[in-house]
């Protein structure tokens, strides 16, 4: 029956929402979804071409009927629509809140929710690879550090792997100045881009999160 695909839909993107989880994705309710919202809109066409064509050799009865499914077609199709909008909107909500709070980094959300790996589709896995680099990009562009800025109290909250070593290699993305790593340093840090640096993991923590610097490949 018409509707009922669009309302299992709906239904599963509310129990998200209630659950806050991102469920795996339904592809095979989303092509059936749109199949048949293609086929009612070519039957729609169908109707309209026939009401314009013929209007003046039917009866006003016959009008009344094609205009009546004209109408009934266009509510369905209609609704389909928001049923699909409804649920990839209530899965990107999630899934960026999911992200901020692991300061936009997809290798440290995968990380933390591995199953999401294969709870995504393409697409989704797509749009998010580019959302996070998006952020990642405009911070470097516009954002500085502050001098009086502590990085291991004001990020406290990032997460990230328990590390197997004390040492990470890091390559700096951006020139910073007077940065402040630690709360017992008696003199600021200077990094320039480009530049290559062995140090403390958790002094370098925030700069991580944020995308300031890049853990080189072969750093645990």
């Not at 809140?97 to 440290?108: A, D, K, M, T, Y």
Request: proline share 4%.
């Amino acid at each position: 029956m018409f509707g009922d695909q669009a309302l299992k839909l709906v239904t599963e993107a509310k129990a998200c929402l209630n659950l806050d989880n991102v469920k795996p994705y339904n592809d095979e309710l989303i092509r059936s979804l749109i199949l048949e919202t293609k086929q009612l809109h070519t039957h729609l066409t169908t109707l309209l071409s026939t009401l314009e064509s013929q209007s003046a050799f039917l009866s006003p009865v016959e009008v009344s009927g094609l205009q009546s499914q004209l109408l009934m077609l266009h509510l369905i199709i209609s609704y389909n629509k928001r049923s699909l909008l409804i649920y990839h909107n209530v899965r990107l909500d999630l899934l960026f809140s999911r992200l901020s709070r692991h300061s936009f980094s997809l290798p440290i959300l995968y990380t933390k929710h591995p199953h999401l790996r294969t709870t995504l589709s393409p697409a989704e896995q797509d749009h998010l690879k580019r959302y996070s680099e998006l952020i990642h990009r405009t911070k470097l562009e516009y954002l500085d550090l502050s001098p009086n800025l502590r990085l291991d109290v004001s990020d406290g909250q990032v997460y990230e792997p328990v590390p197997t070593e004390l040492l990470v290699t890091v390559k700096i993305n951006k020139d910073l100045d007077d940065v402040w790593l630690s709360s017992n340093q008696t003199a600021p840090t200077t990094f320039r881009k480009e530049q290559t640096v062995t140090i403390n993991r958790a002094d370098v923590r925030g700069l991580i999160g944020r995308g300031w610097v890049t853990v080189v490949d072969g750093s645990s």
